[in-house]
């Protein structure tokens, strides 16, 4: 997703050490994506609010804090883009993002203030782009993997309150879309090209019992494919012109509001 493709949420400290901590709560994102052609020109233009849950787990064992977690949005983006023709086209794309982190970072100062480590993640962007008219939809499927390199900052550090400033940046592994044009042709899996994507948050946490925790945090990341090759498109398995994803380039604004207990 994101691609991408990964989803860097820290919890901003645990109630105590060894403890198991559990998140979840809310979230919303606003999402810009763009697809150029090769020239530069802009082809596509999608953007909207999608509302989605974020959760996951994580522990600290010593100068060591491993996690696990996944984020989902789901809704639908105001489409304005072109028919293969060049003519104008407007319409929604009902969009689908879903994200899973898994990561180790390592206390690096003995107050515990900075923290580096690396992680991987998947993530997969579904998208339906609904036709109108004699214009026919299009749904396609991203899939990503990534390893990241993540680093995480305490700026502010109390009993009552934590705020954390969180930064990773992700090298993609495999990238590709499957495109399924419906009974007009054979659907195609097309390689993309591969670009760095980065994420920047700032967490901030304030207790709220003795064993759970509070997290407001806003985000915000930048990520992208480049064009694909040119493939065969196929009809029943017969050649019938050729297929290349255009270059992508995708922001993200996010706010994720998440209930944090300690066991």
Do not use: C
């Amino acid at each position: 997703m994101g691609v991408i493709i990964v989803w860097l949420g820290a919890h901003a400290g645990a109630a105590a050490r060894d403890a198991v901590d559990v998140q979840i709560g809310p979230a919303l994102q606003r999402f810009d994506m763009r697809e150029s052609a090769d020239t530069g020109e802009r082809l596509v233009r999608e953007r909207g609010m999608l509302p989605g849950l974020v959760g996951g787990v994580e522990q600290a064992i010593g100068r060591w804090r491993w996690s696990a977690q996944v984020s989902y949005f789901d809704g639908a983006l105001d489409y304005d883009g072109q028919t293969q023709s060049g003519a104008t086209f407007t319409s929604q794309t009902d969009t689908t993002l879903s994200k899973i982190l898994a990561r180790v970072l390592h206390q690096l100062d003995d107050a515990g203030r900075l923290s580096a480590g690396f992680g991987i993640g998947y993530g997969q962007w579904q998208r339906h782009i609904r036709g109108r008219g004699s214009v026919k939809g299009l749904r396609e499927r991203y899939t990503a993997a990534g390893l990241s390199a993540q680093a995480r900052v305490s700026l502010t550090r109390s009993e009552a309150a934590i705020v954390d400033l969180d930064l990773q940046l992700v090298w993609p592994l495999r990238t590709q879309v499957e495109i399924d044009f419906s009974d007009r042709y054979d659907t195609r899996t097309l390689r993309l090209g591969q670009r760095m994507a980065a994420r920047i948050s700032l967490p901030a946490s304030w207790a709220v019992g003795p064993r759970s925790r509070f997290v407001v945090e806003p985000g915000f990341e930048a990520w992208g494919f480049g064009r694909s090759n040119t493939e065969t498109l196929y009809r029943n398995s017969v050649p019938v012109g050729v297929v290349h994803q255009p270059r992508l380039d995708g922001y993200g604004v996010d706010l994720r509001l998440t209930w944090v207990q300690s066991f």
